[in-house]
């Protein structure tokens, strides 16, 4: 419902507060939530062991970091973008829990092992609202660019103010990244016979890692700013959405 009244909304144009969105990703949120602990405590673990729990804890993510940057009525509107990949999310996930076995194995229910995993995720889920905040950027400097009238009555921050929430929702994810991994690679110990540097989901890690650090670097130390780095977020998070699934598979580790 909120996927298909956001078209709407992004038709019309940022004219208004709008709470309905807002209103309807906070039920699906509630709903979400409570699905999440009844699996994981029905499996009496952490549910984020497979490539199915994976896409909806990074759903998840998602939209419990817009239900708290949405509490500000100018940065409600990125459920607009939201709304619309959370479903496409949701509807990849329950077509990937067609085939999820259920098995304990491999088990995230110890504290380091659910922590890395969390942490990780959590990142995606940054990653994941500043690439949304770049788009609402690219669509209100489109707007701008074009002198269309709807620019000067949306309600949609500055694009300097978008700018400076893409650059602090990297950040974090950027940290969040980095302490999931450094805790994967001090605190746990891989399987008999695997090796964390020769996995396929730990290189890609390492990678996506590299690629966000790339973005950071560019914007602190060559002012790369504006159209090219609102691109950088979304092709970033493109980049983790593409490549996640099909590094996880080919993991001895992660899918053993």
């Keep these: 419902m909120s996927a298909v009244y956001s078209i709407f909304l992004l038709r019309k ?26 699996r994981g405590f029905s499996l009496q673990r952490c549910p984020i062991n497979n490539l199915y729990e994976a896409t909806m804890f990074i759903g998840w993510t998602i939209v419990t970091a817009y239900l708290g940057l949405g509490a500000w009525p100018r940065l409600r509107f990125l459920g607009a973008f939201a709304a619309p990949l959370l479903f496409g999310m949701g509807v990849y996930a329950f077509i990937l829990s067609l085939g999820v076995k259920q098995t304990t194995q491999p088990d ?23 690439s949304l905040a770049a788009l609402m950027y690219l669509n209100q400097e489109h707007d701008l660019k074009f002198h269309r009238m709807r620019a000067l009555f949306s309600l949609v921050p500055p694009i300097q103010r978008l700018e400076l929430i893409i650059v602090r929702l990297l950040m974090a994810g950027f940290v969040l990244l980095t302490a999931g991994l450094l805790i994967g690679a001090l605190a746990l110990t891989p399987p008999p016979g695997t090796s964390y540097w020769t996995d396929a989901k730990v290189v890609w890690s390492i990678i996506v890692w590299g690629l966000y650090l790339t973005l950071l670097i560019l914007h602190w130390r060559f002012a790369q700013t504006g159209r090219r780095f609102a691109w950088g977020a ?23």
């Design 234 to 256: 979304v092709g970033g998070f493109a980049f983790v959405l593409l490549t996640f699934w099909g590094f996880s598979l080919l993991s001895g580790i992660h899918n053993p």
């Design 108 to 130: 995230f229910s110890g504290g380091w092992q659910s922590l890395h995993a969390a942490l990780i995720f959590l990142s995606y889920g940054a990653f994941g609202l500043s």
């Design 13 to 38: 144009g940022f004219r208004e507060d709008n709470r309905l969105n807002y209103l309807l990703l906070a039920v699906a949120f509630v709903l979400h939530t409570v699905a999440m602990f009844q």
